[in-house]
């Protein structure tokens, strides 16, 4: 049972406008979210996360939104770059802090030039 | 600093063979992590490390065995190669548990035919 999901496997947003990425979790207990970005053939890089105790984060062109009562979030790039073309991760930290993440499927950004 | 490395990049197996996958890391992180990456899987934990001589099982860990004689290297071993077992493995590591930011490196290719 998957308990972290990203329901859209791909997504495709013209350079400049605003991508949004989501994701849903069925745990009530995680507590501390994570995105991570991924270029083929490298690992994934730590992009941003956010912690139960907000319902914002910001880093740049990047933000994170959390709605704990949907078990919800999403990732917000402005404006959206051809770089930012990667496969995105959301995790979450399973619960009782065992500091283990749980990770969605991905979805595949493709910024288009 | 090289981060985290992996060694080797892409492996072909027969059913029934063994290898080792070499994990390094030059960041004196307490951490570190095996993961496997399956096509609409996400990636998931199959054993994780809190410290030198130390290892603990996550989500998958059957099949695998782990070993952590040195701080900076990370170890798993597959003793009976399946063909279930072809995936890309992500090494990563971190300063301590929890919060901390995972580092990952570029991945293992693995084939078992």
């Known amino acids: 049972d998957q308990q972290v999901k990203q329901n859209s496997p791909s997504l495709s947003v013209q350079e400049g406008r605003i991508s949004i990425l989501n994701c849903d979790y069925t745990n009530s207990m995680f507590d501390y979210f994570l995105w991570y970005k991924k270029y083929p053939a490298e690992g994934p890089t730590f992009l941003i996360s956010?912690?139960?105790?907000?319902d914002k984060n910001e880093d740049g062109r990047f933000t994170v939104f959390l709605n704990k009562s949907a078990k919800h979030l999403s990732l917000h790039i402005v404006p959206s770059q051809p770089g930012d073309s990667a496969v995105y991760f959301c995790?979450?930290?399973?619960?009782?802090?065992?500091?283990?993440?749980?990770f969605g499927t991905g979805t595949r950004l493709k910024v288009l030039a | 600093n090289a981060g985290v490395t992996q060694t080797p990049k892409f492996r072909v197996l027969k059913t029934g063979q063994s290898m080792t996958l070499l994990c390094a890391q030059d960041m004196n992180h307490e951490y570190m992590y095996w993961y496997r990456q399956d096509p609409g899987m996400g990636l998931r934990l199959i054993h994780y490390?809190?410290?030198?001589?130390?290892?603990a099982k996550g989500e998958v860990p059957d099949g695998y065995n782990v070993s952590r004689l040195k701080k900076q290297n990370f170890l798993l071993g597959l003793e009976s190669a399946a063909p279930s077992q072809t995936s890309v493995y992500f090494c990563a590591s971190s300063y301590w548990g929890g919060r901390e930011t995972q580092y990952f490196g570029p991945g293992t290719r693995l084939l078992v035919l």
């Open positions: 995790a979450a930290e399973n619960e009782g802090g065992t500091y283990k993440y749980i």
């Open positions: 490390s809190v410290g030198e001589g130390t290892t």
């Open positions: 956010i912690s139960s105790i907000k």
